[in-house]
Every structure is written in structure tokens, then in C-alpha cells.
């Protein structure tokens, strides 16, 4: 009477909780995963190919469009990339507001994940409250490069400009506004049941099979692997201020969720020590005008919210301009855990899955 | 030479380079304000002058972990350097070219970053037409390597999939991209382009919109077949 049969079934492009335009081919047994294909390609602008016709400088401004809710820590990979061709050393001050406007992008870039992964769950109100708080560091964004969200913030050798004076006070303001919303986000999500009933056991995956597939940022450390690039190859200002990697042993979306709780609170104490201890001095070293970089080679590659971001840069010796230039994004590559971490488990739970590998599609398509 | 004076307003600037344009009016006949004349008396250089490459230094290695790796390779590492701190070990594509692999993840490499593909067809000095880059890290030692394979066009290379899971959608990008065929493996299609897609665009001797043109024509002759 009843016949049993595997269904296909598309979600997306346009779906609201794949974030953009991620499209998944799901197989369903009655409601229950049997097999997954993500098909991606729907915002691809061929960044990789325009920036060979750009300069280095223009170029950045492609950077900005990659990961476009945490493009400061996109223009830093570059620029950082840019500066281990060349050779070049980045005054103390420079180094110091890099890291501290980083971490101020984590931390808004954590602020999206949450309010949008909780929604997608079901908690509206985390919305709310996280994309308040967002509001506040974007307000700094612009105070300081401008833009809100497409920042092109860092320059080769420095900063564009001088840190401006309001800028301190503000960033004390947040400091001391936000752990105490960060305590409310705890209290309507930590130990709220219906959230742990949809994060727990849900989207495991184990640190072999993570650092197989490549996964990085707070999906590897979800499931117990301590690599952080910030500790593992300090670069900027991390190697001289405290702070401490957040590593969970749950392997699954709840784990995930208190690992990237845990980086906002590390990423309030960078930002403080940084704004303490920032230095007096120049803001940017002498550069050329023109940049020029020596024939060569070079992968460089910086914890961004996301994971690993790395830039692979040629440079032929002759132009002003990369000859390739290759991004590594991690978004791109932890979209390879969704499989593993799906199958098995009810439609339902590909929304929180997506939601815990903080995809977006504007880095995975390039 | 007297030095002019510069207008320190933008109001003043505005004046003095409306003054500039009505100095240029009357002289309508002369097609472009080029300061000639006076030079093309002299022989023209032939061409414009070689600009002075700049290489990135290559240190021999040095390292005792970067010895040890290259001691298990044996003589199949074909060279090896580090350059900008960067460890490159260059191989050879072959039939053991996934053993190799295999042999360096053993030796704690568990973690493959990235491949890149790159077209080396304008580059000087390189042995041959295209490159592939495969990134790997240790994440229990700390330390990355840096593998290089040469390739010719149309030249394909075994999947290094079974060794690192992660490679799947690394070649399938390199492959829609640049062109390389990986064997050996299952699914390689493309990735980021559209199925049908015309070409491969990373190759530098397409333009930016060539493959864009292509592709463009054909939707619309399809769908003139249709109608």
C-alpha cells in the first residue's frame, strides 16, 4: 500500500536560512538525509581573474567582496601578503590597530552568525539584540575607513590614515556595554532546552574527519583540534598581547556555538589590550607610490572569522600587478563538512548545520 | 626655471586651471598638448627600456624537519628552497605521484590548505606551461610545505583525493578554472562555472570576457532554437 522511495529535493538558491545563493541537492528517505550535494557557483564574479588585470592596490578592493561581513580580516590577509613579497616591516602602531579593528570584525562578524543561526532555529530575539550590537562596531567601521561593510582598510606598509580621536572613546563604550549583552545572549540561548535539543548531537564531526576535509576556524576547534593561526603563526600584534584559544571537545553545533561565544570574549580582551597598549608613532612606513614587488612567490594565510584565509600570490617582477593571485577561502572549503555532518539527520537540521559552518557565499563563489 | 606658484585653495586651483584650459583654446589647430618638437630631433631609443627584475632570494634549507622530509623523499624531490621563510619542495607528475603524497602526509602533513593552479604560458623561467601549488600544514608540528608539480598543457595528473578528503573541491575547482584534468578520481566536473560553460578562464590567453562572449552566445542561439 505505502512504496518507499527515495526523493529529491532542492533547497535553494533563494532559500532564507542558506544565507545567499547556496543551493543543495538533498536525497530524503521520508524526512531523513541520505545524500547531499551542495551546488555553488551562483555568485562567482571571477575575482581571481580581474585581479590579475588590476593593480596591487585595486585589487584590494576585491578583497573587500569576498568574505563582505568580515572584510577587514580579507584586506589584512592581502595586505599582509603583499608585505611578505616585498619584504617590509609595519610599524608597531599599524600593527596594533590592524589587530584591533580584526577583531572588531570577528566580533561583527560573530554577531551576524549568531543572530542568523539563532533565527534560523527559531530564538528571534537573539536577532535583535546581536544585530544591535553589530550596528555599534559598524558605526566604527565608518568612523574609521568610511565604509561600513566594503572597508578597503589597511594599506601596504601601514594604515591609509591616522586612527581618529572619537574612535577610542567609542571602542571604551563598547567594552563596556558588551559583556554584559553577551551575558544576555548567554542566558536566552545556553541552557535554554529547546536550543540544546536542536544543537546537541546534531552536525557531528570528528577532529579526524575535520582536519581531513580541511575544515578550519571554530569547526575545528568545535571538535577538539587546538589550531588557531593567530597562536600557531602569530602575525600582526597577537604574539604580545593574552589572550586565549577557545577549543570545545563536543564536535557538534552546540560545541561550535560556545567556541565562537568564547573568540568574542577573546576578541573583547584583544581589543582592550590593544587599544591600552597601543603605541605611539608613525602609521605607515615609507612605500613607494607605484608598488613593484619582486618576482616570486608567496602564501600567506590569517585566522579569519571564517577559518584560514589564505592569499597565493605571484608576482612576475615586471608589472604592478598580481600575475595570480589564488584565495583560499574557508568558507569555500568547510562547505565539505556539510555532507558528512548532514546525512543521517532530519531536514531540519541541514538549517542549524548551515547555520554552524558560518558559510558565505560571497567567498565560496568568488 | 622659475618654480610657479601653487594655489593653495580649491577655489584658487579651480581658477587656475579654468585659466590653464582658455590658455589651451585658441590653439585648437594643434592636435594633442604634447611637449614635441623640440625632442624628436633626437634618435628614439628602440623601445622602451628593460625594467630591472627584482627576484625573490631562494635560501637553501637549513631546517632539520625540512632535511628529514627531503631525506624520506629521497631523489624525488627534484629541488628544493625556501623562499620568504617558505618552505617549496618541486616533483615530478608520474604515476607515483599519490604515493608520494601519501608518503608526506605519514610524515605528520595531515592537513592540505590549498591547491592553486597557476598558467605559467607569460612567465619567465619556468619549465613548463602550467603549475599546481599544493599547500599542506602540520598541525601537530606547526609547520608548512609547499609542493610543487609542473605540468604541460593538456597533461593530466593523478587525484590526490583518497589521501586528503579535502582535495575534492580543490581539483574540481582547478579543473573548471584552469583546465587540469585530475584521473583517478570521481565527479570531476565543474564547480563554480555553469556546466556547459565554454572554456577555461584563468588560462591567460583567454580575456576577461571571452569565455563570457562564448557562453553568452550560446544561451542565446538555444533559446532561438526553442522559440
Keep these: ?366 | 626655471m622659475t618654480e610657479e606658484k601653487k594655489p593653495t585653495t580649491p577655489d584658487k586651483q579651480i581658477d587656475a586651471l579654468k585659466a590653464e584650459m582658455k590658455k589651451d583654446e585658441p590653439g585648437k589647430t594643434v592636435s594633442a598638448p604634447r611637449a614635441e618638437g623640440t625632442v624628436s630631433a633626437k634618435p628614439k631609443p628602440a623601445g622602451p627600456p628593460k625594467p630591472i627584475i627584482v627576484e625573490q632570494a631562494h635560501d637553501p634549507v637549513s631546517e632539520d624537519w625540512q632535511k628529514k622530509i627531503l631525506d624520506v623523499l629521497g631523489d624525488k624531490a627534484k629541488d628544493s628552497y625556501v623562499a620568504s621563510g617558505e618552505f617549496t619542495i618541486i616533483l615530478e607528475n608520474g604515476s607515483d605521484f599519490p604515493g608520494i603524497m601519501a608518503l608526506i602526509h605519514e610524515n605528520g602533513f595531515d592537513y592540505l590548505s590549498d591547491i592553486s593552479s597557476v598558467d605559467y604560458s607569460k612567465y619567465e623561467g619556468t619549465p613548463k606551461h602550467f603549475g599546481l601549488s599544493y599547500h599542506l600544514y602540520s598541525v601537530a608540528d606547526n609547520h608548512r610545505i609547499r609542493v610543487k608539480v609542473f605540468l604541460e598543457d593538456g597533461e593530466t595528473i593523478l587525484s590526490i583525493m583518497d589521501v586528503w578528503a579535502t582535495a575534492d573541491f580543490h581539483e574540481r575547482e582547478v579543473f573548471d578554472l584552469m583546465g587540469i584534468v585530475f584521473t583517478g578520481r570521481e565527479g570531476l566536473r565543474r564547480i563554480l562555472l555553469p556546466e556547459d560553460w565554454i572554456g577555461h578562464p584563468l588560462r591567460k590567453e583567454l580575456s576577461k570576457n571571452e569565455g563570457n562572449a562564448a557562453y553568452t552566445a550560446k544561451l542565446v542561439k538555444k533559446a532561438r532554437e526553442d522559440a
Design chain 1, 1 to 366: 500500500m505505502f512504496k518507499s522511495e527515495i526523493i529529491e529535493l532542492n533547497m535553494g538558491p533563494q532559500h532564507p536560512s542558506t544565507h545567499g545563493v547556496l543551493r543543495l541537492k538533498l536525497k530524503l528517505d521520508g524526512e531523513t538525509i541520505v545524500g547531499l550535494e551542495p551546488e555553488i557557483g551562483y555568485l562567482h564574479r571571477g575575482v581571481e581573474k580581474l585581479a590579475e588585470s588590476f593593480t596591487y592596490l585595486q585589487a584590494l578592493n576585491l578583497t573587500d567582496r569576498l568574505d563582505y561581513v568580515a572584510s577587514i580580516s580579507n584586506n589584512l590577509g592581502y595586505i599582509e601578503t603583499l608585505e611578505k613579497l616585498g619584504g617590509i616591516e609595519v610599524p608597531r602602531k599599524a600593527k596594533y590597530f590592524r589587530t584591533l579593528m580584526t577583531e572588531l570584525g570577528r566580533l561583527s562578524s560573530h554577531l551576524l552568525w549568531l543572530a542568523t543561526h539563532a533565527l534560523d532555529i527559531g530564538a528571534m530575539t537573539v536577532f535583535l539584540y546581536a544585530f544591535r550590537e553589530r550596528e555599534f562596531i559598524l558605526d566604527m567601521f565608518e568612523m574609521v575607513t568610511g565604509g561600513r561593510l566594503l572597508t578597503t582598510a589597511f594599506r601596504y606598509g601601514g594604515l591609509k590614515d591616522d586612527i581618529p580621536k572619537e574612535l577610542e572613546q567609542k571602542i571604551r563604550d563598547f567594552i563596556k556595554i558588551f559583556p554584559g549583552r553577551l551575558a544576555d545572549y548567554e542566558a536566552l540561548l545556553t541552557k535554554n532546552r529547546i536550543w540544546m535539543k536542536r544543537t546537541k548531537q546534531v552536525g557531528v564531526i570528528s577532529a579526524e574527519d575535520a582536519i581531513n576535509l580541511g575544515l578550519s576556524g571554530p569547526v575545528l576547534r568545535g571538535s577538539g583540534v587546538r589550531f588557531d593561526v593567530r597562536k600557531a603563526e602569530p602575525y600582526e600584534a597577537y604574539g604580545e598581547l593574552d589572550w586565549e584559544m577557545a577549543v570545545e571537545d563536543g564536535c557538534d553545533t552546540y560545541a561550535r556555538y560556545l567556541v565562537r561565544l568564547e573568540e568574542m570574549r577573546q576578541s573583547l580582551r584583544i581589543v582592550e589590550q590593544a587599544l591600552d597598549g597601543m603605541p605611539e608613532g608613525e602609521f605607515r612606513t615609507k612605500a613607494p607610490k607605484v608598488l613593484k614587488l619582486p618576482k616570486g612567490e608567496v602564501y600567506h594565510c590569517i585566522e579569519a572569522p571564517k577559518g584560514e584565509l589564505g592569499y597565493y600570490l605571484i608576482s612576475d617582477g615586471k608589472g604592478t600587478g598580481p600575475y595570480r593571485l589564488k584565495v583560499r577561502g574557508p568558507s569555500f572549503v568547510n562547505l565539505q563538512g556539510l555532507k558528512p555532518m548532514a546525512v543521517g539527520h532530519m531536514v531540519a537540521d541541514v538549517v542549524a548545520i548551515i547555520g554552524t559552518l558560518d558559510v558565505v557565499l560571497g567567498e565560496v563563489d568568488r
